[in-house]
């Protein structure tokens, strides 16, 4: 019928469906934007200390990196059943279970970026007297942080996708609309939300990217050429950036 709403006609772009879900939309949005920031802010913050503690050698980097891929391949039906019992049905349940499967790209991002300091860069500090903290603040995490923030970056891209998983749960952000929109093939809803999910983590991965470029300043530097010369030499070089592999891939749900 002319003129019938794209509603009723459930048609895929549905520009009412924009206008009449409009707060529903955003509320879903910054639960989402929430939940894949806290993740990824507490991830880094338990990440940091395994993966010093994995550099003291092999004794402690095999067990460290082990259980985070352990970790990494548990189902998230069975991760969020495990903590269930802890967390009962709240937001900190989808969180910690995003932290959990963050470790595995930070520890090992942040692992390789120490290790690829060049030894001549911490053997000048020490001799300037820079005791062991002040060698890993200073030294040690500016020279690391291309492979740091790369890491970060894989691990909010892929905390974007998994947090709408969260929906089994009711705290998934987008995922709870794409959830609620299935059992009635919402087509609309659909899309939205999950077109919304990709923006979401273009946008990160960009702001994220650009964070990296004002921090590590001599990694543009150190590639500019000048008239006459093949590269310019400024400042430390940054650690080459071990390649982390492809995004994680989305969990497998049990059905």
């Known amino acids: 019928m002319a003129g019938q709403s794209c509603l009723v006609t459930n048609d895929w772009i549905c520009g009412e469906y924009l206008r009449s879900r409009s707060q529903e939309l955003a509320d879903a949005t910054v639960q989402h934007v929430g939940i894949t ?16 503690l994995a550099r003291r050698g092999r004794g402690f980097a095999g067990p460290v990196l082990g259980l985070t891929t352990v970790l990494y391949t548990v189902p998230s039906l069975a991760m969020f059943s495990l903590l269930l019992p802890l967390f009962g049905l709240s937001a900190s349940l989808v969180v910690t279970g995003l932290v959990l499967y963050s470790l595995t790209i930070l520890v090992r991002n942040i692992l390789a970026g120490l290790e690829a300091v060049p030894q001549e860069a911490k053997e000048a500090a020490r001799g ?128």
């Open 128 to 255: 300037m007297g820079y005791g062991p903290a002040r060698l890993l603040w200073e030294v040690e995490l500016p020279l690391a942080l291309p492979a740091v923030m790369a890491g970060v970056r894989i691990a909010t891209v892929s905390t974007v996708a998994l947090t709408t998983v969260g929906s089994l749960v009711g705290k998934g952000g987008l995922g709870n609309l794409i959830e609620d929109a299935l059992p009635s093939f919402f087509k609309a809803q659909v899309l939205t939300a999950s077109v919304l999910c990709v923006l979401l983590a273009v946008a990160a991965d960009l702001l994220l990217l650009g964070l990296q470029r004002l921090l590590t300043p001599w990694t543009r530097l150190s590639g500019a050429g000048r008239p006459g010369a093949a590269t310019t030499d400024a400042g430390p070089r940054a650690p080459a950036v071990t390649d982390p592999g492809p995004p994680a891939p989305a969990k497998a749900e049990v059905g």
């Open 37 to 52: 920031a806290a993740s990824v802010l507490i991830g880094l913050a338990v990440a940091f200390p395994l993966a010093l």
